[in-house]
Nanobody, 125 residues
């Protein structure tokens, strides 16, 4: 069992930055691929970013490339999402997720083993 707890959301002006954190717990949490998804108001949940268990590979949705950076600290059992140059279109609930699957189809369809409860990010214009 893996528990995921997000934090760091809030209200920020367009052009600003936020860093989301996802604290993981569970004996084998370090072996999981970790990622972030988001659900904007009235929209489907979308993939944002992924970092593999060895932290050597990262993947991003096209709409966040160059603005968002995912990282993980194994010593702290925490995954981060640094978000820069935020726009109102980034307003969403951001969810942390974990899976053992490296299949791109799992990630594109949001088929994860564990989910956090989410943290709200609101970007004002």
């Amino acid at each position: 069992q893996v528990q995921l707890v997000e934090s760091g959301g809030g209200l920020v002006q367009a052009g600003g930055s936020l860093r989301l954190s996802c604290a993981t717990s569970g004996r084998t949490s370090s072996v999981y691929h970790m990622g972030w998804f988001r659900r904007a108001p009235g929209k489907e949940r979308d993939f944002v970013a992924r970092i593999d268990s060895n932290a050597g590979s990262t993947y991003y949705a096209d709409y966040v490339k160059g603005r968002f950076t995912i990282s993980r600290d194994f010593a702290k059992n925490t995954v981060y999402l640094q978000m820069n140059s935020l726009t109102p279109e980034d307003t969403a609930v951001y969810y942390c997720a974990a899976t053992l699957s490296g299949l791109s189809s799992s990630w594109s369809r949001g088929i994860m083993s564990y989910w956090g409860k989410g943290t709200l990010v609101t970007v004002s214009s």
